[in-house]
């Protein structure tokens, strides 16, 4: 299976939150990243968390972090039409340098 | 803006051709990591260079090659093309060998093979 998995669709109505969910495989991950991806465009760093953290705050995304469920998830508050993109959880492990993605979930934001 | 950089941004070729896709990654990252992005398979990691040592290698092709050069720019070699080959072609840079380290990628280059 995926050693990155996540829903590949996520709908919402504009000003609601959204929360886009993420499981990894590999407990000596170190880092977990969240990309963002707008049609057309390259990934834009979105945020990350260490795994020694349970949440992150920056704005209006919050990043959890369950390590023992290796479960990591997104939450955006308030979210705009802008927010449509397609968001990459991202695993970097300490055995190696590259960074194992996830397929993306595709965030779709209704007026 | 990432500080990575990618050229060109768009390629046009045929089956069986070569192309060679470019990278400069920000200034002061001494590593160069290549990812493709197809729909089929998403993201995955092709190769990474440090400071002009091939340092790991992913799913990459034999027909494929890379290299970095003194100054750090880096060149992603795609030969004997095949149609399977259109995708995203994506480099990313950090600052030194990658573990543990966040990466900055580039904006891509988007290959056509016809």
């Known amino acids: 299976g995926e050693d990155v998995e996540q829903s590949l669709f996520l709908s919402v109505r504009e000003g609601d939150s959204s929360v886009i969910n993420c499981t990894y495989t590999d407990s000596s991950s170190t880092y977990l990243y969240w990309y963002k991806q707008e049609p057309g465009a390259g990934l834009q760093l979105l945020t990350y968390?260490?795994?020694?953290?349970d949440m992150k705050q920056d704005q209006r995304l919050t990043v959890l972090l369950n390590k023992k469920d290796k479960h990591l998830s997104l939450r955006i508050a308030d979210t705009q039409t802008g927010d449509s993109a397609i968001y990459f959880c991202a695993e970097g492990r300490r055995s190696q340098g590259n960074l194992i993605f996830g397929k993306g979930t595709k965030l779709s934001v209704k007026p | 803006d990432s500080g990575v950089t990618q050229t060109p941004k768009h390629l046009i070729t045929a089956t069986g051709q070569r192309v060679t896709l470019r990278c400069s990654p920000r200034?002061?990252?001494?590593?160069v990591y290549w990812y493709q992005q197809s729909l089929d398979q998403g993201l995955q990691f092709l190769i990474q260079y440090y400071n002009g040592e091939e340092r790991a290698k992913g799913n990459i092709l034999e027909r494929f090659s890379a290299q970095q050069f003194p100054d750090l720019h880096s060149e992603l070699n795609l030969s004997s093309l095949e149609l399977g080959d259109s995708a995203l072609y994506f480099c990313a840079s950090s600052p030194t060998e990658g573990r543990e380290e966040t990466q900055y990628f580039g904006p891509g280059t988007r290959l056509l093979v016809l």
């Open positions: 200034s002061g990252d001494l590593s």
């Open positions: 968390i260490f795994s020694n953290m």
